[in-house]
């Protein structure tokens, strides 16, 4: 009897309110070229390793559910941050994942994620070809960190940055209204790690009738908490609402997070990253007592990657394309490697997929070059702007139910 032609793709890291478009990419791509089976791994490899996995034909029944899917955010598998050991460390645990992989059929398997997750293709594809097996191991990028090497930008990234510049736009406008608390100073943290790409996205803020925030600190310049108290205090001698940004990451000449200051930043996860949060918390306390004035900070937390209902359409259709050019790419015999996302114009905006060795990616971190910031590097230029600009074009108008948006979930009767 002929081998059956089954894939297998797994979600990881971090999650954003359009890794479910890639999940429905590699899915109506697979079903279109004629695999048998589309399975999904349940939080990843390590999900994968428990033989926790779900044929994805019990959960998604028809374009309806396929464009929920794109509509709904986190990861709808589940994700994981585990780091899978080198080869010559613990052969057993490739040897496990492979018994498994060959037990169900497995032709290709597709991983979507970012820098971290990216490893885990490198690993497996150099345990595959070492060993001879039959699988093919494509990456699919992920994050709304954009901080993947080699590919324009990362599905993710648009639709954040989108949220990230309404809301910046709006807590502007709330801190104007305030007239019983002035002077006031607003800090506003956002995620991105050691990359300040989505930081440097609530300049997107600066319109027509927003000034915009008035300091954005990226993680990739040292932050001087002098000169910064200096420049607000010089505001606050011409403005009465000041807005900062701030990213998650911003450490002093020392390397030390602000986070780190309060308290924070004391867990660390598989892959040796620090929980950073409450670097605007700190900045808020330390300029109320220092400044004396009326302070707030606002975290964006999760709501950033989560928020599908402020998705960008770009964004939705590109992940949508990444994941079924995977399984395009795997179909032909691809492996050990990531399709990325070439910029073809930016007016009109046009991107095609490409795809690259993933040795070259994996681990990999591409920050925010130094000539997007300013002189005092305490701001984005204009070619960070207009960069950031056609990735946040169109909407995806979320499907509403009862006034909310209505999400595809997984039915958990029907895991394996
Ligand atoms: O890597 C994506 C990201 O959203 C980072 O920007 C952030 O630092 C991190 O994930 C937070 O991860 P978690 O939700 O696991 O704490």
Known sequence: MAKKRNIIVGQSGGPTSVINSSLAGVYSNAMERGFHKVYGMLHGVQGLLDEQYVDLSTQIHNELDIELLKRTPSAFLGSCRFKLPEIHEDREIFEKIFEILNRLEIDSFI??????????????????TITGQPQKFLGVPKTIDNDLALTDHTPGFGSAAKYIGASTKEIIRDALGLTYHKPMITIIEVMGRNA???????????????????????????????????????????????????????????????????????????FGHKQLQGTAAYLAGYFASEIGCKTRSVEFSTLQRSASHMASRVDIDEAFMVGGAAVKSADEGDTGKMIVIDRVSDDPYMSSA?????HRIANEEKLVPREWMNRE?????????????????????????????RHLVLDTKRKR
Not at 111 to 128: A, E, F, R, V
Not at 379 to 403: A, E, H, S
């Open 196 to 270: 300040g790409w989505l930081t440097g996205a609530t300049a997107l803020a600066k319109t027509e009738e927003c000034e915009g925030p008035d300091l954005i600190y990226l993680p990739e310049a040292d932050f001087d908490l002098e000169k910064c108290t200096k420049k607000v205090r010089a505001l606050l001698k011409k403005k009465e609402s000041i807005v900062i940004a701030v990213s998650e990451g911003i450490h002093l000449a020392d390397g030390r997070y602000v986070c780190e200051l309060s308290g924070g930043a004391d867990y660390v996860d598989a």
């Open 354 to 358: 490409g795809i690259y060795d993933v």
């Open 111 to 128: 991983y979507i994620g970012g820098n971290d997750s990216m490893d885990t293709i490198k690993k497996l594809s150099d345990y595959g």
């Open 377 to 405: 590097a305490d701001y984005v230029t204009k070619d960070f702007v207009d960069y950031v600009k056609p990735l946040i074009q169109g909407d995806y108008q979320p499907i509403m139910v009862n006034g909310l948006p």
